[in-house]
């Protein structure tokens, strides 16, 4: 069976920066699943492993614009401490929930911490970084009805996936 919209497809993968820097990896944390055409993965991976099959290797490279973009300077931003909980030990390289101008949620890393003032960067962590995947397709199959409605796929336990 083909790799198409509206199969589950299982794989295992390796995800390298242009230097050669692990950034992620399925290895022990068992098979990655997905929904194919449900944007449930980045669309420079998706589109490249369309149409293959159970047991291929595909190595892509993924450029930023089909990545998770390039780094936006305008979703740096400098805010009060006061704005974090008062308990709350705030440390360079930590990750809060924050909600964007427009409403969505989104998640911001402190990048600086300057006197009474925090620097926190709304750009995903791998904005503006060239992904270089070595995937194996394990598996395809066709999604089911909960899976299409759901918009993911579910490991064979029925559990939802969230990678």
Do not use: C, W
């Not at 390289?93 to 911490?113: D, K, W, Y």
């Amino acid at each position: 069976m083909q790799i198409a919209d509206q199969k589950v497809v299982t794989l295992d993968y390796t995800l390298k920066d242009d230097e050669g820097t692990l950034i992620d990896s399925s290895e022990g944390r068992g098979d990655f699943i997905y929904l194919h055409g449900a944007r449930n993965i980045v669309a420079g991976l998706e589109n490249a492993l369309l149409g293959k099959t159970a047991n291929d290797e595909v190595s892509v490279a993924v450029q930023p614009e089909e990545g998770y973009g390039e780094r936006d300077d305008e979703l740096l931003q400098t805010v009060p401490k006061e704005m974090f909980e008062e308990e709350a030990e705030i440390n360079v390289g930590m990750q809060f929930h924050a909600q964007s101008p427009e409403g969505e949620m989104m998640i911001v890393t402190v990048v600086e911490l300057d006197g009474d003032n925090v620097v926190i960067d709304g750009n995903h962590p791998l904005a503006g970084v060239s992904l270089n995947f070595d995937v194996k397709v394990i598996a395809v199959r066709d999604a089911s009805a909960e899976e299409l409605e759901h918009g993911h796929a579910h490991d064979p336990n029925g559990e939802h996936h969230d990678h």
